[in-house]
């Protein structure tokens, strides 16, 4: 992966291109935005660029497969085992890096989900923020820069990354996935910025269950055998409930953007044109106001691993109302 093939954050790879090219890197770096917007992808191809025979990261060199095949002597990546990030694994990671490089001229450490480090590691890694060695990089990647301790935040170079635009995410997702404009426009639209929720497990979530989970909810009438139902088949996906809400929440937002008369194309469901239209009429300003409300405290709930299944029971009982 070279710096050209990372799609978007054009001034993230221009800061760290100029850096890199006036000998100027900073001994640590934190990288800090939403999951899955290429964060990781960006630190990978900035070791193989200085690491790179031609300096480019050219892709052909023998440091550029090493780095490639993740058996790069001098790059150490730490993720978390389970949970966190342990002080184990970042006192392994300060011998590493004690040592000279091998055959880069750096080492390299990558820390990938920086805000998993529990307070000993965390303590731990400052010394090595406070005695940088002039061989050494360390590229730190958070979704969660707010969890990161504030003295480690403080001794890196923070370097922010936003979503991606959509139209980019749909254009690569319609080449690559070949999908129509249709099915692209509600899979970008869906993923909100994330390339790693376009491609990944939630593809078929966003493409086919989305539309089964609508129907039922929507067909939601005063049943309560039926409510309940549903709510158990939701707590089979018990770990995507998240994504779930995300489903319900952007049709719902569809409905009332159509009660304020938006164009089409600023719709996420645009393949349910016709469910909209039909649910929508029942529907009413403040009644949709009421179930937006349902969905995000029905979110606060389980963010805050209360009964789940009672959270969902509520939320239901609110959007058939
Ligand atoms: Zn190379």
């Known amino acids: 992966m070279t710096f050209a093939r990372v799609l978007g954050h054009e001034r993230q790879k221009a800061i760290l ?44 060199c023998p440091a550029c497969r090493k780095v490639d095949h993740q058996n790069h002597p001098d790059l150490h990546l730490v993720e978390s085992e389970g949970a966190a990030i342990k002080i184990d694994q970042v006192r392994v990671l300060q011998r590493e890096m004690a040592f000279r490089p091998v055959e880069g001229g750096k080492k390299i450490c990558l820390i990938d989900g920086a805000d998993r480090m529990n307070p000993a590691a965390g303590n731990a890694l400052l010394k090595t923020l406070e005695e940088p060695s002039g061989e050494a990089l360390l590229i730190l990647l958070t979704c969660r820069s707010d969890a990161v301790l504030g003295t480690i935040r403080s001794r890196c170079q923070r370097l922010p990354f936003g979503r991606l635009p959509r139209t980019m995410i749909q254009e690569v997702l319609q080449e690559r996935l070949e999908l129509g404009v249709t099915e692209g426009h509600v899979l970008a639209a869906l993923a909100d910025g994330s390339f790693h929720k376009a491609l990944g497990r939630d593809r078929d979530l966003y493409l086919v269950q989305r ?20 709510t ?39 393949d349910l044109l016709e469910k909209l239209r039909r649910v929508g009429r029942r529907e009413t300003v403040p009644s949709l106001l009421n ?31």
């Open 17 to 60: 291109q100029r850096a890199m090219t006036s000998g100027r890197l900073a001994h640590a770096y934190l990288f800090e935005g939403p999951e899955g917007v290429g964060k990781r992808l960006l630190a990978v191809a900035l070791a193989r660029a200085v690491f790179c025979r031609e300096g480019t990261g050219c892709g052909d």
């Open 211 to 230: 539309r089964e989970i609508l129907k039922q909810v929507t067909a939601l009438g005063g049943s309560v055998i039926a409510l309940f139902e549903l």
């Open 291 to 321: 179930k937006l409300e349902a969905i995000a405290a029905s979110r606060r709930h389980l963010e805050r691993n209360a009964n789940r299944q009672l959270a969902l029971d509520i939320l239901l009982m609110r959007l058939a109302a």
């Open 232 to 270: 158990r088949q939701l707590m089979e996906e018990k770990d995507r409930l998240a994504e779930i809400l995300d489903i319900l929440q952007t049709f719902y937002r569809d409905l009332l953007l159509l009660q304020h008369g938006a164009a089409e194309s600023e719709l996420v469901n645009i």
